[in-house]
């Protein structure tokens, strides 16, 4: 399929995880992708995903980097079509343990960053008929033991997809997210290598976990095609059927 051919996509938080994988997703179908991160030896990363791929070192948690980051993707390649908003991290500690840093850390990247890219990047997806597609997080429908700031800045994500979607409607825009549970990626390697964790994530999944990069990569790169066209606000969970349990533990 080719179904971002000519298309210009940008990726944040693209070096690794699920935006590595959604970078080479977009790459195999036809995209010119940029990816955007704070990871070092971007251009090495980017030069070993095959196809039109280059990075850009930038924080997201700069505004004015972000918008002049931005307008000169578009202005090179003659428009953007594509954001994906996925960088993001979290913080696992108790409420009482989060301290200052921890909170601001958590919702300047996951928020701010998110507001900052979709605001710079949506003159430009208006001249694209384009899209916004963003990674939230099953952490955004529910609440977690020990995940305070997380949870908040990925409830707020999904609802910023909502307000989006409807305020961009009009203007031939459309914003929808992906919801994940347990990835195996990098950020998850303090769960995804503890046995006993994952047999409780194995009683709570119905299909076995970890998903992998490439499973979100392939919803997200649905969400951004013409064949989602309809699709509009949408927060879609790609969690092994997750958030299909009442919460009850497994009795059969």
């Not at 305070?148 to 800045?153: E, G």
């Not at 409780?200 to 649905?222: G, K």
Request: proline share 4%; hydrophobic share 40%.
């Amino acid at each position: 399929m080719q179904r971002f051919k000519d298309k210009t996509v940008i990726v944040t938080g693209g070096s690794s995880g699920i935006g590595k994988a959604t970078a080479t997703r977009f790459a195999q179908e036809g995209a010119r992708v940029v990816i955007f991160d704070i990871a070092d030896d971007l251009d090495s990363m980017a030069n070993a995903i095959e196809g039109d791929v280059s990075a850009r070192k930038l924080d997201i948690r700069d505004s004015a980097a972000v918008k002049q980051a931005i307008d000169a993707v578009a202005g090179e390649h003659g428009g953007i079509h594509v954001l994906h908003n996925n960088a993001g991290v979290a913080v696992m500690k108790s409420p009482t343990d989060h301290t200052d840093d921890d909170w601001d850390k958590v919702m300047r990247t996951n928020v701010d960053g998110m507001f900052y890219c979709s605001r710079a990047a949506i003159p430009h997806l208006e001249e694209s008929g384009g899209c916004i597609v963003n990674t939230s997080s099953v952490s955004g429908l529910g609440g977690d033991w020990g995940m305070l700031a997380y949870n908040t800045s990925k409830g707020a994500i999904s609802n910023f997809t909502r307000a989006l979607a409807l305020d961009l409607g009009a203007k031939g825009v459309r914003v929808n997210a992906v919801a994940p549970s347990l990835t195996d990626t990098p950020l998850a390697e303090g769960i995804t290598g503890d046995e006993k964790l994952m047999d409780r994530f194995r009683d709570r999944m119905a299909l076995q976990p970890p998903e992998q990069p490439e499973d979100i990569a392939a919803v997200v790169a649905f969400l951004a095609s013409d064949d989602a066209r309809m699709v509009t606000g949408a927060v879609v969970p790609v969690d092994g059927g997750v958030t299909a349990s009442n919460g009850q533990p497994p009795i059969g």
